[in-house]
């Protein structure tokens, strides 16, 4: 059965660090892979998307990386900052309409 | 630009009981989409609407969930009757054009229901 892993505990780091969230993938071929921030008691809302024929895209202090060999995008944050603590999803679009299946989420805090 | 509305913010209600949750999507949008987001776990799509019609319904537990998207703007989502596993968050988002992937999806607050 198709499965998405995000790591289930908290990623903890340091101001001004970089954080790398991982996601990864089993029986799945997804066209394209997006990443939310979701804080608490919100809704998620839309970072990136990359399309499976691409490698890498970047947005400010984002960047996400895809690689369906290894079937796994790692996410990261440059420059971290106590505001970019939230949750983060990644999801899975198999093309063909917009029909995301979301991984659990992993929760991010940066520390002062 | 208003984003997607929901209502209410929040329910409690009792297990067999009935509720009905309400969306107004970004103006223009033309599909609609329903997700369930239990505590700790991903969004998981219930119903996905293009115009007023139903594109993907096929995790939406049919025996005791119903939504509607009537003139193809506002939807709702029913439940009845409640049970305790049912107790989630109710996510509504809107995105432009069903037909191509890697649109924006925008998701609203949701609608936070606790069963008892």
């Known amino acids: 059965s198709q499965k998405i892993e995000q790591n289930s505990e908290a990623l903890n780091i340091q101001e001004g660090k970089t954080a790398t969230l991982t996601c990864n993938y089993t029986n799945y071929s997804p066209a394209y892979l997006q990443w939310y921030r979701q804080d608490p008691g919100r809704g998620p809302v839309f970072l990136l998307l990359?399309?499976?024929?691409?490698k890498e895209k970047r947005k400010e202090r984002l960047k996400v990386t895809f690689d369906t060999t290894l079937k796994q995008s790692l996410f990261h944050i440059t420059a971290s900052q106590p505001a970019d603590s939230a949750t983060y999803l990644c999801a899975l679009d198999p093309g063909g309409g917009n029909k995301l299946t979301f991984g659990t989420g992993t929760q991010l805090k940066v520390e002062l | 630009e208003a984003g997607v509305a929901q209502s209410p913010r929040y329910k409690i209600i009792e297990k067999r009981q009935s509720v009905a949750f309400w969306c107004n999507p970004i103006?223009?949008?033309?599909?609609l989409y329903w997700y369930q987001q239990i505590l700790g776990q991903g969004p998981k799509l219930l119903i996905q609407?293009?115009?007023?019609?139903?594109?993907?319904d096929s995790q939406l537990p049919k025996d005791r969930f119903s939504a509607e998207r009537l003139k193809g703007v506002d939807s709702t989502l029913k439940i009845q009757p409640a049970k305790l596993e049912d107790s989630a968050v109710y996510l509504c988002?809107?995105?432009?054009?069903?037909?191509?992937?890697?649109?924006?999806?925008?998701f609203g607050e949701g609608s936070w229901l606790t069963v008892v």
């Open positions: 103006s223009g949008h033309a599909t």
């Open positions: 988002a809107s995105s432009l054009d069903p037909d191509i992937s890697g649109n924006t999806i925008y």
């Open positions: 609407f293009q115009n007023n019609g139903v594109v993907d």
């Open positions: 990359i399309r499976e024929n691409e």
